[in-house]
């Protein structure tokens, strides 16, 4: 099982970038794809971006497709999330995922989960 800690986020102006980072812990983080959901007050948690356990491919929500990437180290047990040109309908709480296969990560089974980190974005 991979233990995941969030960092990175934090209050940026409309139009501005954050970097969040997960780092991991557990023998099987390289093999795992790995992801990030964030979840607003008062909706549900939707997923934003995934990345197979090679790195050879990510996948984005519509919602963020062309502002966010997603990227990893296997070396340093890390993931990272690149949030440019943040917008009003970003903040949320971040949540870092792993889970064996992209699918099954987008479709939360079984997933391991971080703690979160918060995102605000001014106006």
């Known amino acids: 099982q991979v233990q995941l800690v969030e960092s990175g986020g934090g209050l940026v102006q409309a139009g501005g970038s954050l970097r969040l980072s997960c780092a991991a812990s557990?023998?099987?983080?390289?093999?795992?794809?790995m992801g990030w959901f964030r979840q607003a007050p008062g909706k549900e948690r939707e997923w934003v971006a995934a990345i197979t356990w090679s790195g050879d491919m990510t996948h984005y929500a519509d919602s963020v497709k062309g502002r966010f990437t997603i990227s990893r180290d296997n070396a340093k047990n890390a993931v990272y999330l690149q949030m440019n040109s943040l917008k009003p309908e970003d903040p949320a709480v971040y949540y870092c995922a792993a889970n064996e296969v992209v699918a099954g990560l987008i479709g939360e089974e079984k997933n391991a989960w971080g703690q979160g980190t918060q995102v605000t974005v001014s106006s």
């Open positions: 557990g023998r099987s983080f390289s093999d795992s794809a």
